[in-house]
DNA sequence: ATTATTTCGTGTAGAAATGACAATAAGTAT
DNA sequence: ATACTTATTGTCATTTCTACACGAAATAAT
C-alpha cells in the first residue's frame, strides 16, 4: 500500500442535535441504537457520509430519515475528530444542529426502526453513545450564543405565535435565571420591527385572547443590510 | 469489497488561515504550492490528517512546521467537504485559524521548502488553490465576529503594547469605515480592567512615550466567570 | 347574568451607557 | 529655545436600559 493509500483509510460521518420546542422547554430529539457499536443506548441521530455526496446534504438526509421534515433550518457546528471516537476505526464527525418545529414533526416514521424520542436539551442523560455527550453539549452552547444574535428562534415556533410564546421559548434557550421582564421583551422585539401582527389572535384559550405575530424575514434581511443588528 | 469499506476510501486534512499583525493591517500567511495539484498557486498550509494523529494535533503542526511556532491561539472553525473540492479523490478538510505574533516569526524554516509569504488578509488574490477563497473569506469573517467579543486580539501583540497599538489592532480588524474615537476607546478598554500598567513605557520614539500595558488573563477570566463580558 | 379566574397589553421615571468633542503634556530633533 | 509629533485626559447631551403595576378582555362556574 502507497503511503498516500494509507491516508484513504477513515470514513466521516455527520451528526445531528435536532432541536425542538414545546411551548415549555428546549428538547433534543435522540435514538436509542439498534445495532453494534453502541446497541441500546442512546445517540445522536447521525450517519456515515456517503462517497459522493456532501456534507450538508448528508445532515439533511439524516434529518429527513428521521422526521420526514426537509427544508429546515440546519447547521454545520464543528468536526470531531479524535483518534479514538469510533471503535471500529479512524471516523471523524461533522455536528450540525437543526431547528424544527415539533409539532411538525409526526413522530417516527416506519422507515427508522429505531426509538427516537424527545429529551430535556439541558438535561440528557451522561453516557450517550460515543462523544455525543461532547458533540451536544458544544451545539447547546453554540445554539445559546447564537440565538441571542440572530433571529433564529423563529425556527422553533410555529408560522404564527404571540409575544408571550417567543419570550416563553427565549427564557428556555437563554437560561436566564430570573426570566425576562415582559414589558421589556415586548418593547424590544417590536422596536426592532421584523414582526408583523396577523389579522387572527389566539383561539381556543380560557382567557384574554393575544394577537399572532409572523417573523418578517424579508424585513429582517432589508434592515440587517443597513445595520440592524439583533440582539437580546 | 464490502459496503463498509467503500466508506473507508476518504481522507481528510487541515487547513491553516495564520493571522498576524503587522502594527498597520491585518496579514494572513499563505504558501506556493510546490507539488500538483495546484503547483505554483498559492494556498493555505495545510496537509492530510496522520491517521494515528487527532484533528487538533494536526493543525498545531502544520503551524509548527511552517512557523517553528507552537502554543499558540488556534480554533477550529468548520469543515469543508464539497465532494469535488479536492481533485485525487475525496477529501474533506477541516479549517482552523490562528493568531501568531508576526515579531516571532522569522521566516520560513529550512525544513520547509515552499515560499511562504504575507497577505493582506482583506485584499487576497481570488484564485487560491482548491476551495481556499471560501474556507479564508469564513475565517476572517469569524475572527472579525469572534474579535469583537472575546479578547483574543491580544494573541496578535506582543506581550506590552501601547493603548494606540490596541486601537490600531482593532480598527485593522473590525473594519470601522471611520476608525474609533480615541477617548472613547481609551476608556472602555481600561473599564473592563483587563489591563496590567507596565512600569515601563515606550521606548526609541521621537515623541512622547506612551505607557506599556499587559492584558491580565486570570484577571479577565475572573470577571468573565462574575460575568464581564468583553464587548467592543 | 354576575362573579371569579386567567392572561393580555401597556407607560414612566431614574440609572447607566454611549457618542461627540479639543486642549495640554511629554518626549525627540533641529 | 523652538518645532514637531504623539499621549493623555473629562464633560455634556443623548440614548438605552431597567424596574415596576394595573385595567382590559376573554372564559368558566355559579
Known sequence: MSEVESFFKSAFSVDNVIFGFDGRSLKVLLIQRGAAPFRGKWALPGDLVYPNEDLDAAA???????????NVYLEQVKAFGAVDRHPI????TIAYYSLIKISNYAVTPASFAQSAQWHEANNVITD???DHNDILDTCLQQLKTKARREPIGFELLPPKFTLTELQQLYEAILDQPKGLDKRNFRKKILAMNILVECSEQQAGVA??????YQFDKEKYEALAAKGLSFDL
Not at 476505526?89 to 471523524?92: E, L, P
Open 60 to 70: 439533511e438526509r439524516v434529518l429527513q430519515q428521521l422526521t420526514g421534515l426537509s
Open 128 to 130: 450517550l453513545a460515543f
Open 207 to 212: 382567557h384574554r385572547p393575544a394577537k399572532l
Open 89 to 92: 476505526g479512524r471516523v471523524i
